[in-house]
Each structure stands twice: as structure tokens, then as C-alpha cells.
């Protein structure tokens, strides 16, 4: 649909929520279930400001819009500068879908910040992309360590368990996915260990 109305894009990726991620927006915001339209996620780069809105005219031809859900932060950035489009849509038998589109530029300064942005306009691209998975690697890495630390965090579990869940990122007594030297499992696992302030990957 996009090429037929000459609107080139330089990246589509798709994503979905998290449990623990669903669960924190459920309690911050008071939600149920029903009320989160972003478990599902859609994410469009397009070349230009004029296309972010011709693409979100494909988005709303192709599927229904949930009325209330267009948040246009190109015309009205956030306090901290974040500018893009989002709208919520549905189809037949389709849980509710979050689409963002915006530019290159904007998804530059959205996941790396001003520093990011500034070296995008300036033309430094030299050694940009490596620097940009450098900083990306980083934020990963505090926010993981951010939720480990994270002492009130609530196990997430399903209904009559098998066995009472862990607390991440300890295990209980007797856990199959606890880690010992030389133990044997039946499946794959990767084990991040570290020891003597060197890490490797099991």
C-alpha cells in the first residue's frame, strides 16, 4: 500500500510488550486488560515530515481507527523533544495495533537523544552507526540492571502454577532454570556469568 502511493520508508519493525511491561502500565495508570492498545506494536521510518502523514493516511485506510488514539507529536513534540505519530487501529478478528511512523532524524533523536541528533545533522556518519549501537547496548544494559535491582518487583505468574515462581533474578529451592557449574539441562540456556569482574556467555 505503500509503494502504490510512492511513499518510501527506511525501516518497518514490529514489536510486542513484555509481561512485566504490561503489568506496570496496568498498575500506574489503573488499566485493565482491555484498556491496553499497545501490547502490539508497529513502528514505521519514512524519509520525510510530508510522508509521516501520507502514511498514516495508508495506516487509516487499511484498518479502522480507535477514536481518541492519534497522537500527532511532530506538530506537538513532548517537553523532552520526542515527535511522532501515533494511532491505534483494528481489524476483523486483530487485537488492537500501535502504529508509529516518523523520520529517520526523529527516530534518532526518540532512541539516542539530542547528541544523536545533532550528529545526524551535521553529517557525521563516519563512525555514527557504531557509536549508536555502542549507546543503544548501554541503555539496554542500565535498564536491565534498573529492573533487577528492583526490589518491589512483583513475580508475574499464570493461574495454579506448577510450582511457586521466582522472584528474577534469584530461583527457589530445587528451580529447573537455576544455574549450578556443570549442570546438565535438557533445553537450551544461555547463562550471562560473571566472575572476577570478567563475563562470559554459557
Known amino acids: ?28 495508570k489503573n488499566l485493565t486488560m482491555d ?49 511522532s505519530l501515533h494511532t491505534v487501529v483494528v481489524g476483523e478478528g486483530m487485537a488492537p495495533l500501535e502504529v508509529q511512523i516518523r523520520t529517520r532524524e526523529m527516530h534518532l533523536q526518540a532512541e539516542f537523544g539530542f547528541a544523536a541528533h545533532w550528529r545526524y545533522k551535521e553529517g557525521d556518519c563516519e563512525h555514527s552507526s557504531f557509536v549508536l549501537q555502542m549507546v543503544e547496548w548501554a541503555r539496554w544494559v542500565v535498564t536491565w540492571h534498573c529492573e533487577t535491582m528492583n526490589k518491589s518487583q512483583t513475580s508475574v505468574q499464570c493461574a495454579n502454577p506448577v510450582r511457586p515462581p521466582c522472584k528474577f533474578p534469584s530461583h527457589s529451592e530445587g528451580c529447573p532454570y537455576s544455574y549450578k557449574p556443570q549442570s546438565i539441562h535438557d533445553s537450551p540456556v544461555f547463562v550471562i556469568l560473571i566472575e572476577n569482574d570478567k563475563m562470559s556467555v554459557q
Open 1 to 28: 500500500a505503500l509503494k502504490d502511493e510512492d511513499i518510501l520508508f527506511c525501516d518497518l519493525s514490529g514489536r510486542h510488550k513484555s509481561l512485566y511491561s504490561i503489568y506496570c502500565k496496568m498498575m500506574k
Open 35 to 83: 484498556q491496553i492498545h499497545d501490547i502490539y506494536g508497529l513502528r514505521l521510518i519514512v524519509e520525510n515530515e510530508d510522508d509521516c502523514f501520507r502514511a498514516l493516511k495508508v495506516v487509516h485506510q487499511l484498518w479502522a481507527e480507535v477514536p481518541g488514539k492519534l497522537k500527532n507529536y511532530i506538530h506537538c513534540p513532548k517537553f523532552n523533544g520526542y515527535q
